[in-house]
């Protein structure tokens, strides 16, 4: 088993089979010792974080395998903070894929001319470009085209599929008497045919989850899900 | 005859018949001094500036007129450096269309990742909000359709004028030895039916063209152009 990256979140590992093992560790973004899902650097190293984050990870990749909706997991041992997950491919040098409920962090920090905080927002897609140097920048659907990034073909699976993705998590949060107000997603290309599916994780880690009007941290997000 | 605008680059005022005017001032966008077409504040004087933009938009417009492209104009009177347009309401608070054939500008500060300088963009379309406080920040078609500023059917009008209209700019300064990089366009809803019309100016104010290689300033464009 050979370390081939270290993310801000997780290292990953070769396996010998293919697959890839993620190891989630128990950093969180964030800026001054405040955990921020948008932020781009290590903010705090909150104990846990890491097996909180994969329990949920795992939790949402089974319903979603349940729903047939595609994703690169194959298994999780929590005790070990690891996911065993197929080989795939990023588009370009990666780009994150977000969903919004309302309008809250960087989409109000755009469009904060048009929109109010935390109105509602109709499942709003947009995708960002991963380049810390440039602060993510948003991207439209044509660029990515033109850059050799994303086909247009490309974008409507993985517009459908994040809006899909986004649905179930709501849903689910809702059960728990959360609010789901955004959530950050990760695509790549699997296979001969280059199918799009999710990776990374889905954790308290990158969605901002509410309850009574009061921001759930992503620990507490993994307990009310799975303990409440 | 009423100022009812006064704007960085130009006032406006209404005139009696319903049409307004606007007068070309000798102020252009820039930042210490050096002129920027991208820039929101005004950088520096240049005298003789209004009059030379009036008379490259006076040109431009006219051509445009020739090839049944809509746009606010009615007339110019260079010597008081005055236009008569059309009513138009702008979308939202106003939108900036840029169109591109040389990756510059903000496009490079935000997708120098996957972009190169001066890498050739097959007259990529994007829109950005004028919102200084923001920076003006780019906005997706998606977004401009949710947030009530332009739906999705006006948004194919106006990406296909902005082609439309590029390339008669583009095709204009080729023919005297000029390349276009990019132009920023304007447009607005006249009339009952909400046309989608060209508005405000076409100079060297708000594209960047280049002979042998070497940035155009904005008054020597129009003497290339009009005089040349």
């Known amino acids: ?28 973004t964030g800026e001054n010792g405040v955990f921020d899902p948008g932020a781009n650097t290590v ?30 997991y194959v298994e999780a041992n929590i005790e070990e903070a690891t996911m065993t ?31 109010e905080e935390g109105q509602p927002l109709d499942a709003f897609v947009e995708v960002t470009i991963k380049d810390d140097e440039r602060q993510d920048p948003p991207i439209s659907e044509d660029a990515l085209d033109m850059l ?8 409507k699976v ?11 998590v709501k849903t689910e949060l809702a059960a728990k008497g959360m609010e789901l107000y955004d959530i950050k997603l990760e695509f790549g ?4 045919e280059g199918q799009i599916v999710l ?21 507490e997000l993994t307990r009310l899900m799975l303990e409440g």
Chains 1, 2 share one sequence.
């Open 158 to 168: 993985l517009k459908e599929l994040t809006r899909s993705i986004a649905d179930v």
């Open 199 to 219: 990776i990374d994780e889905i954790s308290g880690g990158n969605m901002r989850a509410y309850k009574d009007g009061k921001y759930v941290e992503p620990l």
């Open 43 to 72: 903010g705090l190293t909150m104990e846990g974080a890491g097996k909180a984050g994969l329990r949920l990870t795992k939790y949402f990749f089974e319903r979603l395998q349940e729903k047939d909706i595609p994703t690169h």
């Open 85 to 115: 997950v197929k080989p795939a491919s990023v588009f370009g040098k990666g780009l994150e894929v977000i969903c919004r409920y309302r309008a809250v962090g960087s989409f109000l920090r755009r469009y904060g001319l048009y929109a």
């Open 1 to 28: 088993m050979k370390l081939i990256y270290t993310g801000k979140t997780k290292d990953v590992y070769a396996l010998e089979d293919g697959n890839y093992l993620l190891r989630f560790k128990d950093d969180v």
């Open 189 to 192: 290309r699997i296979g001969q």
């Open 148 to 155: 050799g990034i994303l086909s247009t073909a490309e974008y």
